[in-house]
C-alpha cells in the first residue's frame, strides 16, 4: 500500500512552526541586545541637549565666563555674575541641574569636571541659593561680596543640612574640602564668629570678610595653584602672612592640563 508522506504546514511566509519559533527566538534576542543602546543614546543625546541648553542660558545671563580650550569642546571653568540681573530660579532650575542632574541620578554632569569659579557679588544672592551652588564637584572660588547671605547660608560649606524643601529629612554631605576662596566682603549677615568657624572647619580656604579703605584681595589661578595679589589696606596686609599656606594646589583638579590650555571670554565675545 502507498503511504504518502505527510507534508509539513508551513506558515503564511512558507516557514514551518519550528522555523518560525527559531526565527521569532533570534529576533527577540536581537531587540533585547539592540533596544538598550537605542535608549541610552537616545537619553545621551537627550541629556546633552539640555545641558547645552541650560549652559547657554546661564553664560548669557552672566557678566562673563571662562572655558577651557584644550578641549575639542570648550567646559566651562567659572561663571561671573556679578552686578547681573541673574535670579534665584536661575540657580535653582538652570544651574542646579547641571550639578544635581536629573540624568545622573542626582550627581553633577561630566561636563562640569572643570568647573571652579563662581562670582556673585553685587547680586541678589540669599541663603537659598547656596543649597543650589555647594553640589559643585570642584567648587575652588566663590565670591559673594555685597550679597544677602547670611551665616545661616554658609553652613552649608561645611556641615549637613537638611533638605526642608523636599519635604523629607534628607541629608546632603556637601563638605566643601576643594574650596580655596571665599570672600564675604560687605556681607551684613555674615559674623566675624562664622568666617572664624568656615577658617577652622575647612582650613585650606581662605576666608576674606573685611577690607581697609583702600585694600583688595585678588586671586589668580596659574599652573594649578592661587596667587594672591594683597594690599596693606586689608585683612590679610603685608604683616598678616596670609599667602603663607594658601598657596598651595588647588584640590579636584581632573587632570594635569597646563595654563596655557586656560582662556577667558569677557562679555560673552566669541572667539
Not at 552686578?83 to 553633577?108: K, L, P, R, W
Not at 570642584?138 to 533638605?163: A, C, P
Request: negative net charge; proline residues 4%.
Amino acid at each position: 500500500m502507498n503511504i504518502r508522506a505527510r507534508k509539513k504546514k508551513k506558515g503564511i511566509l512558507g516557514f514551518t512552526a519550528t522555523e518560525t519559533m527559531v526565527t521569532m527566538a533570534i529576533i527577540g534576542i536581537l531587540s533585547s541586545m539592540l533596544l538598550p543602546a537605542v535608549v541610552n543614546a537616545r537619553r545621551m543625546t537627550e541629556r546633552r541637549v539640555t545641558y547645552l541648553q541650560y549652559r547657554e542660558y546661564l553664560m548669557a545671563v552672566a557678566t562673563s565666563f571662562s572655558e577651557t580650550t584644550h578641549l575639542d569642546q570648550p567646559l566651562l571653568v567659572g561663571l561671573d555674575f556679578s552686578e547681573s540681573s541673574v535670579v534665584f530660579e536661575d540657580i535653582q532650575v538652570y544651574y542646579n541641574e547641571m550639578v544635581e542632574s536629573t540624568y545622573f541620578d542626582g550627581f553633577a554632569y561630566p561636563e562640569m569636571r572643570y568647573f571652579k569659579n563662581l562670582d556673585f557679588s553685587y547680586t541678589e544672592f540669599d541663603d537659598r541659593w547656596m543649597r543650589e551652588i555647594v553640589p559643585t564637584p570642584v567648587l575652588t572660588s566663590l565670591i559673594l561680596d555685597s550679597t544677602k547671605v547670611t551665616d545661616e547660608g554658609l553652613r552649608w560649606l561645611y556641615e549637613f543640612q537638611e533638605d526642608e524643601d523636599a519635604g523629607t529629612n534628607i541629608w546632603y554631605p556637601l563638605e566643601r574640602k576643594t574650596l580655596r576662596y571665599l570672600s564675604v566682603v560687605s556681607c551684613p549677615g555674615v559674623s566675624d564668629e562664622m568666617v572664624e568657624r568656615i577658617r577652622q572647619k575647612l582650613p585650606k580656604c581662605m576666608v576674606v570678610k573685611d577690607l581697609g579703605a583702600e585694600g583688595f584681595v585678588k586671586a589668580l589661578e596659574q599652573e594649578n595653584t592661587f596667587v594672591l595679589t594683597i594690599d596693606q589696606g586689608s585683612e590679610y596686609g603685608a604683616d598678616a602672612g596670609a599667602t603663607d599656606g594658601f598657596t598651595s594646589s588647588a584640590s579636584g583638579t581632573t587632570d594635569g592640563s597646563d595654563p596655557g590650555s586656560m582662556h577667558t571670554r569677557q562679555n560673552n565675545a566669541p572667539y
